[in-house]
């Protein structure tokens, strides 16, 4: 296998995240899968309605125009232009909820301490940084961001369910792309190599990269940064993680 296959830069996201062929391979985001978690986690650990809620990784909107259903304030933070572009139109008429767009390493510039009742760090937007230090200084705005017993919500990809159930090789053909995918977990990363090619016949290459955090890895850092892990869950129903669980969701509070 190709060298360059595996070859990417430390800020891969910056760039992949706003590209078309992105938005092309995971447009099928479930809005009825996020409108059930909003109610799961509202129900489970909000005291009531008008909470003001920070969805951090927010993407184009989906879980944040959720959360708002439920009655809470929602303010949408995502790197990507296209993405924010998307969910400032989509939800435009909205109340109570608002997009900005920002790195999650810049917190503390757009918005002030003691400011959030919960903040939500779903679908795997986390773990990215060559460097742990910008994960925990992550976790520390957040921690500043977060009002007393505020709540920090990080959804992960499961480790263990990824290693036993790793798809090595796969294609996909969608709305006229085509993306050949290699998948691995090596030297402490969970890594994602995509080769696509546009319905126009361009060409393009992207490595996704995260760490490979396991659920003791994160109440690890949590606790470092002050936070105190007070639930483990292994899907979106907030289900006890367990072995075979989906995902790694982990909630902490301040």
Not at 1 to 6: F, H, T, V
Not at 58 to 64: N, Q
Not at 139 to 155: C, E, F, P, W
């Amino acid at each position: 296998m190709s060298q360059d296959l595996w070859k990417s830069k430390s800020d891969w996201f910056v760039e992949w995240f706003n590209t078309e062929a992105y938005h092309a391979l995971y447009r099928n985001r479930d809005i009825e899968e996020a409108s059930q978690f909003a109610q799961q986690f509202s129900n489970q650990f909000l005291d009531s309605t008008g909470n003001r809620l920070l969805d951090l990784g927010c993407g184009k909107g989906r879980h944040a125009v959720s959360m708002v259903k439920e009655g809470h304030e929602v303010v949408g933070v995502d790197l990507s232009d296209r993405s924010i572009t998307f969910a400032q139109e989509a939800y435009k008429d909205v109340e109570a909820l608002s997009f900005v767009r920002a790195d999650m390493r810049s917190l503390s510039a757009h918005f002030e301490s003691d400011s959030f009742d919960a903040v939500l760090l779903l679908f795997t937007s986390f773990g990215y940084f060559e460097d742990d230090k910008d994960h925990m200084e992550i976790l520390m705005q957040i921690k500043s961001l977060l009002r007393s017993g505020g709540l920090l919500l990080l959804d992960y990809l499961n480790l263990e369910t990824v290693r036993s159930g790793l798809i090595e090789h796969e294609l996909i053909h969608r709305d006229g792309w085509s993306f050949e995918i290699d998948r691995r977990i090596h030297n402490g990363w969970v890594e994602k190599s995509i080769r696509c090619e546009s319905p126009q016949g361009e060409r393009q290459h992207a490595l996704e990269r995260v760490r490979a955090f396991a659920a003791e890895d994160l109440k690890l850092l949590f606790k470092l940064a002050g936070l105190n892990t007070v639930g483990l869950f292994g899907n979106y129903q907030l289900d006890a993680l367990v072995a075979g669980s989906p995902r790694c969701i982990l909630v902490a509070r301040k």
